[in-house]
């Protein structure tokens, strides 16, 4: 199953359902609801800054994708949390 995992990503995730219209007018794959960093984070009580730099290039969608990479494996491997 395909996950749409991101940080504070939630509103986006929503924006891009929007174009297909009602959720269950969603192309096959794509998932109706979003897995976030950012709650992981909260729930943990710490800030991914703390556990990573920020990107490099912030808003460059690539970059912002890599980085959420390394924040995703640094999450699974220093808190044993499988996403």
């Known amino acids: 199953m395909l996950s749409y995992i991101g940080y ?6 929503v924006c891009l359902c929007q174009l297909f219209g009602k959720m269950c007018d969603l192309p096959e794959g794509l998932p109706q609801f979003t897995i976030d960093l950012k709650q992981y984070l ?6 991914a800054f703390e556990l990573i730099n ?3 290039n912030e808003h460059d ?4 994708a890599r ?6 494996n640094t999450i699974k491997n ?3 949390i499988q996403i």
Do not use: F, M, Q, R
């Not at 504070?8 to 995730?13: L, Q």
């Not at 969608?61 to 912002?64: E, I, R, T």
């Not at 980085?67 to 995703?72: D, E, R």
């Open 42 to 47: 909260d729930y943990l009580g710490i800030e």
């Open 61 to 64: 969608a690539l970059c912002d």
């Open 8 to 13: 504070y990503s939630a509103y986006d995730h």
């Open 78 to 80: 220093k808190y044993g």
């Open 54 to 56: 920020s990107p490099e």
């Open 67 to 72: 980085w959420n990479l390394n924040l995703y």
